[in-house]
């Protein structure tokens, strides 16, 4: 609750200050147009309601994120965490005199702070304009560090990146542009001492030590934050000094190393204090999968269960018990066995592509085996760029035709394709997908030799093995090259059962066994009993001259 309401306090002010930018914008049209806008969203903003939700977006804002860096027990960030929270904290140095000069002008003594009134500090004085400026360009880039760090788990972020990202570059350098015209006009204005004199007087200014109570206000509230800040340090050492006499965590990881650590820390902040690398996309708040850890040991009984929020983001691939994200866990002291279940590199996708089967599980599949027959004596006649081509043609035709049966392409093979069925669908249904997968593919590459007539001197032909029954499917791999795959005996016979077809000179071979899943019977091709190596049992089958003849399923 605490991190969702500070997520959305700061949404609050993110929009504030971007409707603030594009109103520093509209001075390009006109001063006049600008204070127009201007008068609108101040008698927006100051209503009771709208004073309440800015004012109190802005205090919970910067309460919570004094409290999120309490909370955090390592100070070991990423680069951009690190510029995200340094930039935080700037905002209250560089801006607290912007807001008590404006809104605190206006409450204590009735200046109407007009853009004339916002300008003529900038135009008078050089570390103003700078401090202004500073102020404009720290706000915008928390922010939108912040949002980019909520957004980039969205499926759809990917896809609106280039748009917001001009967006992100575009408004601040549209407002600057306004800043520094109206500062201009204001510098012209002042060289006409009576039309200066008349259009200061719209503003109603404060006397001098009017003036003097705000900069007073201002410096308090600096004052105010920067104690606030030193607190929160304080308080940390303290903790880290209780936590001390607590008892000790030891962690051994999956790759042989092991650590010590006082308690109180999640198992992210071992990660980090002690230089191993731990996938975290979110940044350890919770919001994202990618931190997760199997968890075992002689004391894991003893580990608290996961709140609210962690069994939320935990049920989204169905994790089992001993599955938990790091960021949250706090092991109590004890001796645990550790293994991250994602690489240290791991990307926003990850986020939200985890399912139970990637955690390893078995299932009733249908596996799949395509190979091109001949194609390594073709390619020997062929300048390499022509054996990219036509491969690449090749596979997509393949992998195509697989996925509009419902498949899923798991790898190429030199020039050959393993495809799963079921991995989302009951046994049964997977066995017909793959049956349709093959006489879809046997019509693709129909189409595809008759778009190559002049170009090969005979058609391509390609073997296919289909088989089905329980296997063992999970995210399997290592780094980058973790992937969702299956593995045990019906793998090895569907490779076997492709490998058959070039003895029988067909395009297909598919097991009896997977026939009777799908409840299909065919009226083409023939039954035979093989050897399958591995196998002590001959396994029947039935043996397809041409899978294009297979009958829609």
Not at 57 to 80: D, E, I, N, P
Not at 148 to 175: D, E, S, T
Not at 475 to 485: N, Y
Not at 502 to 517: E, P, T
Request: proline share 4%.
């Amino acid at each position: 609750m605490v991190a969702r309401i500070r997520l959305w306090s700061g949404i609050v002010l993110f929009a504030y200050v971007t409707l603030h930018l594009l109103n520093h914008a509209a001075v390009l049209a006109s001063v006049q147009t600008a204070d127009a806008i201007l008068r609108v969203a101040v008698a927006v903003w100051h209503s009771p309601p709208g004073t309440a939700v800015l004012y109190g977006a802005f205090f919970l804002h910067v309460a919570l994120t004094f409290w999120a860096l309490f909370r955090r027990r390592s100070l070991r960030l990423t680069r951009w965490e690190w510029a995200q929270l340094v930039l935080g904290l700037a905002v209250v140095p560089l801006g607290m005199t912007h807001i008590v000069a404006t809104r605190g002008a206006h409450e204590l003594f009735d200046v109407n702070a007009n853009y004339l009134w916002v300008f003529l500090p900038m135009a008078l004085d050089p570390w103003a304009a700078a401090r202004q400026t500073s102020f404009l360009l720290v706000v915008w880039i928390h922010g939108c560090i912040g949002l980019h760090f909520y957004w980039r788990l969205k499926p759809w972020y990917l896809g609106a990146l280039p748009a917001l990202y001009g967006a992100a570059l575009v408004i601040p350098a549209l407002a600057l542009a306004g800043v520094g015209v109206g500062v201009g006009k204001v510098v012209e204005l002042r060289e006409n001492d009576e039309r200066f004199r008349t259009a200061i007087a719209t503003t109603n200014p404060p006397t001098r030590e009017g003036v003097d109570r705000i900069y007073a206000i201002s410096d308090t509230f600096k004052l105010v934050a920067g104690a606030l800040l030193i607190g929160v340090f304080g308080a940390r050492r303290v903790r880290s000094w209780v936590a001390r006499r607590g008892g000790e965590v030891r962690l051994n990881y999956a790759s042989g190393r092991a650590v010590v650590a006082h308690t109180g820390l999640t198992v992210l902040d071992i990660s980090r204090l002690n230089g191993i690398a731990h996938a975290s996309v979110c940044g350890g708040r919770g919001r994202c999968s990618t931190c997760r850890v199997r968890i075992v040991g002689p004391d894991s009984a003893a580990l608290p269960p996961p709140d609210a929020a962690e069994a939320r983001v935990l049920s989204r691939f169905g994790a089992p018990a001993n599955v938990r994200l790091a960021c949250q866990l706090r092991p109590p002291p004890g001796e645990y066995r550790v293994a991250p279940l994602l690489p240290a590199g791991a990307q926003p996708s990850d986020a939200y592509s985890g399912t139970k089967l990637s955690l390893g599980g078995e299932r009733m599949i249908a596996v799949m085996f395509v190979d091109l027959r001949g194609f390594t004596a073709f390619s020997e006649k062929r300048l390499p760029y022509d054996v990219v081509f036509i491969l690449n043609r090749y596979f997509r035709a393949v992998g195509q035709a697989i996925e509009d049966a419902g498949g899923r392409v798991d790898k190429f093979i030199g020039d050959g394709v393993m495809a799963l069925f079921g991995l989302d669908v009951d046994g049964a249904r997977a066995a017909r997908q793959s049956l349709d997968a093959a006489r879809r593919i046997a019509l693709a590459i129909g189409d595809f030799n008759e778009s190559l007539t002049g170009e090969i001197d005979e058609p391509l032909r390609i073997g296919i093995g289909i088989h089905a029954g329980p296997a063992i499917v999970g995210d399997l791999g290592h780094g980058r090259a973790t992937t969702l795959t299956a593995i045990g005996d019906t793998v090895n016979t569907a490779s076997r059962l492709e490998a058959q077809s070039k003895d029988f000179a067909a395009q297909l071979v598919v097991s009896q066994d997977l026939l009777d899943l799908a409840g299909v019977k065919l009226d083409v091709g023939e039954r035979h009993e093989v050897e399958v190596r591995g196998r002590e049992e001959r396994l029947r089958v039935h043996v397809v001259k041409e899978a294009a003849l297979l009958a829609e399923t």
